[in-house]
């Protein structure tokens, strides 16, 4: 069956530092590969899209790699502040189906 | 633009009674989704619809849940008879567009609490 890993354990880093998150996935060929933050109590929200032609991604201080030989993606924060703490999601879907499987996320606390 | 509304935010009720959550996607929104997050766990889809039509209820336990989307707007999700596994978070998403290649927006959910 499908399967998408993200580091159960948390992400401690000093702010300032590179955070760099990780998803890995099995038995599955996604076309995109999505990165969403969830805060406590609030739904996730929406990062950045990644598709399967791409190698990379930039958006402000956040870069995604997607390698589908590794079946990997990789998601960066640059100069990481106290307010980038909060879970991380990955999310994969093909075209065929539209169905958006999400992974457990992987929590990041930036210390100040 | 307003966001996804969802409520209520919190609901406690007790095992074999029925519940029902509410809610409402960004205006001109055409695809609406349902997903259940249990603590700890990754959201996991439970229906689809684009428009007022289902796409996608595979992972939907049709003897206890149902959806609508009357009128191809606002959506509700009901629970009967709710069981203790059930207690979860519930999230509403919508996107402009069906399909992958975008983003969702996602509502803050409904926590439920089956004891």
């Known amino acids: 069956s499908q399967k998408i890993e993200q580091n159960s354990e948390a992400l401690n880093i000093q702010e300032g530092k590179t955070a760099t998150l990780t998803c890995n996935y099995t038995?599955?060929?996604?076309?995109?590969l999505q990165w969403y933050r969830q805060d406590p109590g609030r739904g996730p929200v929406f990062l950045l899209l990644?598709?399967?032609?791409?190698k990379e991604k930039r958006k402000e201080r956040l870069k995604v790699t997607f390698d589908t030989t590794l079946k990997q993606s990789l998601f960066h924060i640059t100069a990481s502040q106290p307010a980038d703490s909060a879970t991380y999601l990955c999310?994969?879907?093909?075209?065929?189906?539209?169905?958006?499987?999400f992974g457990a996320g992987t929590r990041l606390f930036v210390k100040a | 633009e307003a966001g996804v509304a969802q409520s209520p935010r919190y609901k406690i009720i007790e095992k074999r009674q029925s519940v029902a959550f509410w809610c409402n996607p960004i205006?001109?929104?055409?695809?609406l989704y349902w997903y259940q997050q249990i603590l700890g766990q990754g959201p996991k889809l439970l229906i689809q619809?684009?428009?007022?039509?289902?796409?996608?209820d595979s992972q939907l336990p049709k003897d206890r849940f149902s959806a609508e989307r009357l009128k191809g707007v606002d959506s509700t999700l009901k629970i009967q008879p709710a069981k203790l596994e059930d207690s979860a978070v519930y999230l509403c998403?919508?996107?402009?567009?069906?399909?992958?290649?975008?983003?969702?927006?996602f509502g803050s959910g409904t926590r439920l609490t089956v004891v």
């Open positions: 999310a994969l879907a093909r075209t065929g189906g539209f169905k958006t499987i």
């Open positions: 990644i598709r399967e032609n791409e």
């Open positions: 205006s001109g929104h055409a695809t």
């Open positions: 038995n599955y060929s996604p076309a995109y």
């Open positions: 619809f684009q428009n007022n039509g289902v796409v996608d």
């Open positions: 998403a919508s996107s402009e567009y069906r399909g992958p290649n975008y983003g969702y927006t």
